[in-house]
């Protein structure tokens, strides 16, 4: 099979494409910068030069191939219209030019963020109506309805919160085990549905290979886990005892407000801002894999226990973790 990926040099992207090699995939990558794309050839990868504002170089990308996956785009913004611009018109693009050289089935990589928060004890599902909470939420709904509206058979997939080997995000939890205290967000009891990285690779897979179409799917662990679980299961992972403490809603907002006041005196974007807050108190994250499983046959192989113990290990072979 012939597959086009975006975002291919990123963590998620780059899991989907050690996944599809394996699988004996044909890969085409397209990369902005030529020092990412160093080594990518002699992986049996073509690499196409570009950006989701290049139709040139997504004409070039998706010419003839069988599936786009379509993982690039921003999950940090100075507004909401810089999400839009990529997250939104980008995916426009790119769906446009795929449209015009093949009849490529369309994967999009959104978030599970575009669907927003339920009540704790429920789960998304798929066919609700979605309520993000933040611009970065906004932005990958309205890429969502792009790929809805367009001409090419599409699979939408919401990943929830993403871990694994070469994550950077997750490795400040792994760090802050050392030192025996976790900041967790609120009471602790906000519940979480995750998905180790390799086995969202596989997923992202199968949906490109099934006869699944016009479908909202849920990559996740069954399991569902507090956030003060997942403090305490990195800690098991990492063989530490920790003290988790709870952040109050006014003492996360001080510190969101400065993470960002400062990242935007220097230009800089930040994951951390106040618009943060509405997914970080929201009462769960969570989701059901049971369509996706339906539909494919996947399953995730990793639980928090078995995921953390890999990624930590992983830190430390890597030499993230000293």
Known sequence: MKALVTGGTGFVGGHLVDALLTAGDQVTLLVRSPAKARGLAERGIRVVEGD????????????EQDVVYHAAGLVA??????????????????????????????????????????????????DEPAEPVTA??????????????GPLPWSIVRPPAVYGPRDAEFL??????????????????????????????????????????????????????????????????????????????????????????????????TLLTRDKANEFFAPAWTADPAALTGATGWAARHDLARGAEATAAWYRTAGWLR
């Open 52 to 63: 989701l504002d290049d139709p040139a170089a997504l004409r070039a990308a998706a010419r």
């Open 136 to 149: 970065y939420g906004r932005s990958k709904l309205a890429g969502e309805r792009v790929v809805r509206a």
């Open 77 to 126: 913004a100075r507004d909401e219209a810089e999400f839009l611009a990529i997250n939104r018109d980008g995916t426009a693009r790119l769906l446009a030019a795929a449209a015009e050289v093949s009849g490529a089935r369309f994967v999009l990589i959104s978030s599970l963020a575009a669907a927003g928060p339920v009540p704790r004890g429920s789960r998304r599902r798929g």
């Open 172 to 269: 400040r939890v792994f760090k802050a085990t050392r030192l025996g205290v976790v900041p967790v967000f609120g009471d602790g009891l906000q519940e979480l549905s995750l998905v180790y990285a390799p086995d969202l690779a596989e997923a992202l897979a199968a949906v490109g290979r099934s006869a699944t179409v016009g479908q909202v799917l849920y990559p996740c662990h069954p399991e569902v886990v507090t956030s003060a679980g997942l403090a305490r299961g990195i800690a098991r992972a990492m063989g530490r005892s920790i003290r988790v403490m709870r952040l109050p809603r006014w003492t996360a907002a001080l510190g969101l407000g400065i993470t960002a006041s400062a990242a935007r005196m220097t230009g800089r974007t």
